[in-house]
């Protein structure tokens, strides 16, 4: 049986690599990986996961280097050549200890960004009916499965170079919800993402959308905001 040489991130910013051999399988997740890691070599690791299946968002980190999903990337996938595997935590986020990086700006940014549903019905009013096939409700439907696991976000380099850029994934709910025809809070919603840290910061790399677990596109949502807000300007509305 194979073995795979596996360096994990240990402790805070200040922590170090270390080493573990793990036994190489067939099919094998990184997830995988690391489990073993925790369940039999060192109950001590520190990791999040949840679902498994590619649902909750909650187990990313950095894989040889590239920011993936952990429960869906396959180690042969992961590693080109050989045995090696080194594990760290999200980029772009501060670190709490080992593999588990501190989301909390992440989604504050989704707040800035405005990315909560605001209706404008009553409880006791009708349900608004959309047709399945308008442009917007098909532009939601682009954008609507993003699971914040923050991959986009440790992908761009322009969150790295500017802390306060809201990035992709905020950026994407924020045009999901400026198509969604129910919401109530278009002006507001562009207005929290045409300043400086807004979507004309980003510079259209398209890391997020190569990196995006999901195959959303958050570089076209970003472009999409643009636009609206380049014709709210033009249109003296902003
Ligand atoms: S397209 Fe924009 S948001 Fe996406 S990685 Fe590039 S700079 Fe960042
Ligand atoms: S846009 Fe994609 S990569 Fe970014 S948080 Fe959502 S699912 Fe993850
Ligand atoms: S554990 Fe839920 S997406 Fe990976």
């Not at 194979?2 to 080493?19: C, K, M, T, Y």
Request: aromatic letters at 6%.
């Amino acid at each position: 049986m194979s073995v795979l040489r596996v360096s994990v991130w240990r402790g805070g910013a200040d922590g170090a690599f270390q080493d573990f051999d793990v036994p190489r399988h067939a099919s094998q997740t990184v997830l995988d990986v690391v489990t073993h890691i925790q369940r039999v070599l060192d109950p001590t690791l520190a990791y999040r996961f949840a679902c498994r299946v590619g649902m909750c968002g909650s187990c990313a980190m950095t894989v040889n280097g590239v920011a993936r999903w952990t429960c869906r990337t396959h180690i042969d996938k992961a590693i080109e050549n050989g045995n090696a595997l080194r594990l760290e935590p999200l980029r772009n986020l501060p670190v709490i200890r080992d593999l588990v990086s501190d989301m909390r700006e992440f989604f504050d940014k989704w707040a800035r960004a405005k990315g909560q549903f605001q209706g404008r019905l009553g409880r006791k009013d009708d349900f608004e009916k959309i047709k399945p096939q308008s442009p917007e409700r098909l532009q939601v439907d682009a954008g609507i499965e993003c699971i914040g696991c923050g991959v986009c976000y440790a992908a761009c380099d322009v969150v790295s170079w500017n802390p306060e850029y809201l990035g992709p994934a905020a950026l994407n709910r924020a045009w999901t919800l400026q198509q969604d025809q129910r919401d109530s809070t278009k002006m507001e919603r562009l207005r929290a993402v045409a300043g400086d840290a807004g979507c004309h910061a980003c510079h259209t790399h398209m890391s997020c959308t190569e990196r995006c677990p999901k195959q959303l596109s958050p570089t076209a949502a970003i472009a999409g905001l643009k636009r609206e807000v380049a014709r709210a300007v033009l249109g003296g509305k902003l």
